[in-house]
């Protein structure tokens, strides 16, 4: 198996200070909180009526507007929406790096990891470093730090570069080692903020590969943001779009999982196209 | 999935040899130029600058003394860089000279680690605390434009005609520089590593330790070596002004030149500190490089 080892029971010990609220009941969760990893069984992330509010008075901006969605584990996830629906916002409260105004978000004690559209690999250290830091702040023993980072490394195809500095990859290679790192946090939740979104075509037809098959190997819930609505078809198990100022939920598109799927497949031509008609519908709203 | 673990990277075949080609393809052709030629030509592209600036001192030397501006040359009081050099060589081969430039470097050096420490230590604090972030900031940017030579009376007054009142200049002069350094290193750590770092688990200390301050390190680097400028001139200004009776040193022996009219004398003196200067400073710059080439942050240019 190449799943990193699960620990039982909440496992995040910040995850009060973080805005989650491992304790509290939400419909849908029923008694799975804490017990991530076993697929199918519930929710990984529930966010009920969640607002976000920046600044006061006349000249406030709600971000977010009493949006609720969960996801099931082991599930992936697409946000897909034009800007100004919030879909960054909403990963970083998920993250617990940004706080709700109103609402209330629930990843049942589950580690939760996000990834950037920018690598934020730290230039000082080597590939190997990057992973052995995320690892470290876990408190993992050196050698085993060492031994993990370079297994973590080779599921992405990037052992002989684990001595190279992000300056000396390309940016696929970056975003690889990003995801390395991401995975190191041994986390049951991704969030992705449009981690493809600064690479060329090529480059991220052959990470949608790589990511897909690295998620159904851990199991990992993932909820990707994407403005690239082709992207969302291809990856999703569901898609769902967002209005913008303020973001809700405004459809929901399940994908079934017939077979293998690739960027230029009919199916996910078809259901991009649906998704980009309601999305422009709602653009024009904006007119 | 059991299997993919046992023999290479995991993944179907056709799918690694994609991505493995894709890498090879966006890595290009690096070239390891190695080897003697090498080496020579690095060699070479980091002295011609130096050996350049040293004839061009030489030259304006050699103009200066055809020039007769004092009126002095007929009179052997000022020599051309040959006999000057001459004499610079001659006194080399004195102890005085040499005691002279021990007890300048050995000042340097104390004044310079106490401003090193007491800097860092200040913008360490400085720089945690948001409050006094915004009280000393302007505190700080004011004392580096204060001259160092106008705080001589009053050190001389606190400390007597003592070692201690050219120290407690170069730290005055130095500290402000290594903490501005520091504090502005950590006010530009980029936001997105700070993110990446939270969501890492790093908190308070580890924080710190992890990022912030190898993130600051850029800015701290170039504090330190402003720093060693401020310190450098407050030390000459220092032993020009503050004579210590019974102690050799290079401000000394400059002002011995200019009490016998010893226009030769204070050239070889000068010198001798230019010197001192530029080594210092070569060190400040190769260290400033190495940093960046790690981090990747040389144009070509800068790298070849």
């Known amino acids: 198996m190449n799943v ?15 805005g989650h609220r491992p304790g509290e009941s939400v419909p849908g969760t029923g008694g799975t909180k804490g017990t991530g990893g076993t697929k199918g069984t519930g929710a990984a992330i529930s966010l009920t009526e969640v ?56 990843t049942g004690g ?17 590939a190997r470093r990057n992973v052995e830091l995320a690892l470290r702040a876990l408190k993992v023993a050196k050698d085993e730090r060492r031994r993990r980072a370079i297994q973590l490394l080779e599921a992405v195809h990037l052992r002989d570069f684990a001595d190279k500095r992000p300056h000396e990859l390309s940016g696929g290679m970056r975003q690889r080692v ?110 | 999935m059991a299997s993919t673990q046992t023999s290479g990277p995991p993944g179907t075949a056709s799918q690694t040899a994609a991505i493995t080609g894709l890498d090879s393809l966006e890595l290009g052709v690096v ?55 001459a004499d610079l060589w001659d006194q080399m081969q004195h102890a005085q000279l040499w005691q002279a430039i021990g007890t300048t470097a050995q000042t340097a050096v104390t004044g310079y680690l106490l401003a090193l420490v007491i800097g860092s230590v200040i913008g360490a604090i400085v720089s945690r605390i948001p409050p006094l972030r915004a009280a000393t900031g302007s505190i700080i940017s004011g004392l580096q434009t204060m001259p160092s030579i106008a705080w001589f009376p009053f050190a001389i007054i606190l400390f007597g005609t003592s070692v201690s009142a050219i120290l407690f200049v170069m730290v005055l002069g130095a500290a402000p520089s290594i903490a501005n350094g520091l504090i502005t290193g950590v006010d530009y750590t980029p936001p997105l590593l700070l993110r990446a770092g939270r969501t890492m688990g790093l908190r308070g200390i580890a924080l710190y330790r992890h990022l912030i301050l190898p993130a600051s390190l850029p800015a701290y680097l170039a504090g330190l070596k402003q720093g060693w400028a401020f310190a450098w001139r407050s030390l000459m200004a220092g032993q020009l ?45 190769k260290t400033d490089l190495a940093v960046r080439r790690r981090r990747g942050l040389l144009t070509e240019a800068q790298s070849a």
């Open chain 1, 4 to 18: 990193l080892q699960r620990n039982g029971g909440p496992r995040d010990p910040n995850a009060l200070l973080n």
């Open chain 1, 51 to 106: 607002s976000k509010v920046y600044g006061r008075g006349p000249g406030a901006v709600r971000a977010v507007d009493r949006l609720s969605l969960t996801v099931g584990d082991g599930e992936f996830v697409c946000l897909v929406g034009a800007s100004g629906c919030g879909k960054s916002t909403l990963l970083s409260i998920v993250a617990g790096l940004d706080m709700p105004t109103a609402g209330q978000v629930d």
């Open chain 1, 110 to 126: 589950r580690r939760v990891a996000i990834m950037f559209q920018e690598p934020a690999l730290f230039p000082w250290l080597t």
């Open chain 1, 178 to 287: 990003a995801l390395a790192r991401a995975l190191a946090q041994n986390a049951d939740v991704l969030l992705m903020d449009e981690p493809f979104g600064a690479l060329d075509a090529m480059t991220r037809d052959l990470l949608h590969d790589e990511l897909e098959r690295i998620c159904s190997e851990r199991s990992l819930t993932v909820l990707f943001v994407t403005h690239n609505v082709r992207e969302a078809a291809r990856l999703g198990d569901r898609v769902v779009l967002l209005s913008s100022r303020p973001g809700r939920v405004i459809e929901e598109y399940d994908v079934p999982r017939t077979g293998p799927r690739r960027i230029d497949s009919a199916s996910v031509a078809d259901l991009a196209s649906t998704v980009t008609d309601r999305l422009r519908e709602e653009m024009s709203r904006h007119g």
């Open chain 2, 31 to 85: 070239s390891t130029g190695r080897g003697p030629g090498r080496l020579a030509r690095k060699a070479w592209t980091a002295t011609w600058p130096k050996l350049l600036a040293i004839g061009l001192a030489l030259v304006a030397w050699q103009l200066f003394y055809l020039s007769n501006f004092h009126g002095d040359t007929a009179a052997g009081l000022v020599k051309g860089p040959g006999a000057g050099l």
């Open chain 2, 241 to 285: 002004l503050v004579i210590i009776v019974g102690q050799l040193s290079l401000g000394i022996l400059l002002n011995n030149a200019q009490d016998n009219q010893d226009l030769t004398g204070a050239i070889s003196i000068m010198i001798v500190i230019l010197i001192i200067g530029i080594v210092v400073d070569a060190i400040f710059s």
